[in-house]
């Protein structure tokens, strides 16, 4: 878990003291809700949310951000979203919400060697959900929230 800290971070959330209790440590640090890892060679990555990039399926921590790097290589596919799906049988499992290329058509039956060639088999997506464009905030930030609802349907 990345905690920052310094004069450029923030010390409070205004007026929400149980918020500020929650978000920071006891000597000051933020807890920013972002994953990290460090290389051999002493690198520090950012990984991705805590709470949406993360999924636990059958007993693996996966990243869904070191997914949807692998899957935008496909050849098909314009732009992704990767989450966990709730599943009774492993958790969450791998959930994969793609935007293809122009002329393009995808089935997961398409989908699934390609990723076999490519990654560990318990991190190919089990559900393929095509779409148009994936939702975004008022921003322009990707919203895992409604992706996953994309999968309920």
Not at 28 to 56: N, P
Not at 124 to 135: D, F, H, I, S
């Amino acid at each position: 878990m990345i905690q920052v800290s310094g004069p450029s971070v923030f010390r409070e959330y205004y007026r929400l003291p149980d918020k500020t209790a929650k978000e920071f440590t006891d000597d000051g640090w933020f807890i920013t809700g972002d994953i990290g890892a460090r290389d051999a060679e002493g690198r520090y990555y950012m990984m991705g949310r805590e709470s949406v990039d993360i999924i636990k399926s059958g007993g693996f921590k996966l990243s869904a951000l070191e997914i949807e790097r692998e899957l935008l290589d496909h050849p098909s596919i314009a732009d992704v979203a990767v989450v966990g799906i709730p599943s009774t049988e492993w958790g969450e499992a791998v959930g994969a919400a793609v935007v293809l290329r122009a002329g393009t058509t995808m089935a997961m039956s398409d989908l699934k060697p390609w990723c076999n060639t490519r990654m560990a088999k318990y991190k190919t997506p089990k559900q393929l959900c095509v779409v148009e464009a994936l939702p975004r905030n008022l921003m322009g930030k990707l919203d895992k929230k409604a992706v996953k609802l994309l999968f309920s349907v």
